[in-house]
């Protein structure tokens, strides 16, 4: 194998990763706050990325056909945003807080409901007919020599995705540390009767996680949809999948873990295609990690917490 393999290996897993990552951190943020998994985080995310192509396609290159392409394509991956965001509220504050025994199990189902109204919800808002996926960032291919005959392919695309989520995700952190939502957060993580006991707005917290994880989903949605060409009700599934398995095999208990997790697994993914099987790649990462959370339950990066009786 030579450099530009190893090279295009290395980008390709950092691009599914980008993506992986930005579900990765919705999926652990409401289970920090609320305590429970969220399954309609990919129905969610598809609905933004249809409302992403249905904007940019069917609104404003139609009634603003001399504007730039990309700054339409920007502001419909915003709108996107917003109703991944506008979801993601609704859910917690007019489904959640509603519901008569609101505890982990309750919220689960809850969220297994919201996959079959949203499912019910795209034919009725978008159609019936096959979409195409929101327009690439960009189409520019950059070649980087490496040496050897065939230089480093780079869609610019793929590129932009990688430093978008860098990013969104180093703001994340950063307002998690060091602003009064963060500790909030970090607060309701720890311990939600005490913390509202302390004077935080427990309910807010939540209420902003699950908006915030919503708009995380549409961004990921926005940034992935293009690289499969063709939008699709179960378009962001198997990134949910790897959320999940990135979330436990990094482990629930910390926030950093999880995104560890999620550029370690599309990586070893990429080189289980190369070294060993294209067609068992998936299965094989997936043993690696069952067998990483056999020696250690609470993941890679996980803590296990003591708590008084």
């Known amino acids: ?185 970090r607060a309701t993580a720890s311990n939600e009767v005490v913390a509202s006991m302390m004077g935080v707005n427990t309910k807010f917290i939540t209420a902003m996680s699950w908006g915030i994880a919503g708009g995380l989903g549409a961004l990921a949605a926005a940034l992935y949809a293009p690289t499969v060409y063709t939008l699709s009700p179960d378009i962001m599934i198997s990134l949910q999948v790897n959320g999940f398995l990135a979330a436990v095999l990094g482990g629930f208990s910390s926030f950093g873990g999880p995104i560890v997790a999620a550029i370690i697994i599309p990586l070893a993914r990429v080189f289980a295609w190369k070294f060993v099987s294209n067609t068992w790649a998936n299965a094989i990462v997936y043993i690696l990690v069952l067998i990483i959370i056999l020696i250690k339950p609470v993941g890679l990066f996980g803590k296990k917490i003591a708590k008084k009786v």
């Open 1 to 185: 194998m030579d450099l530009q393999q190893l090279l295009t290996m290395i980008f390709s897993g950092l691009t599914g990763a980008a993506f992986l990552a930005l579900i990765t951190m919705a999926i652990v943020l409401i289970f920090k706050t609320s305590y429970t998994t969220n399954f309609a985080q990919s129905s969610i995310a598809t609905f933004s990325a249809y409302t992403v192509t249905a904007f940019f396609s069917k609104y404003f290159q139609v009634n603003f056909p001399n504007s730039s392409p990309v700054t339409l394509l920007i502001i419909s991956i915003l709108i996107g945003i917003i109703v991944g965001f506008a979801f993601g509220v609704a859910i917690d504050v007019f489904i959640i807080r509603k519901s008569k025994y609101s505890n982990a199990i309750t919220k689960q189902m809850i969220t297994m409901g919201m996959i079959l109204v949203i499912s019910g919800l795209l034919p009725i808002t978008f159609g019936i007919f096959p979409m195409a996926t929101p327009k690439p960032l960009s189409a520019v291919v950059y070649q980087i020599p490496v040496g050897g005959n065939i230089p480093l392919y780079l869609p610019s695309h793929n590129l932009i995705s990688i430093i978008i989520a860098i990013i969104v995700l180093s703001i994340m952190f950063v307002a998690m540390k060091y602003t009064k939502w963060g500790l909030g957060v």
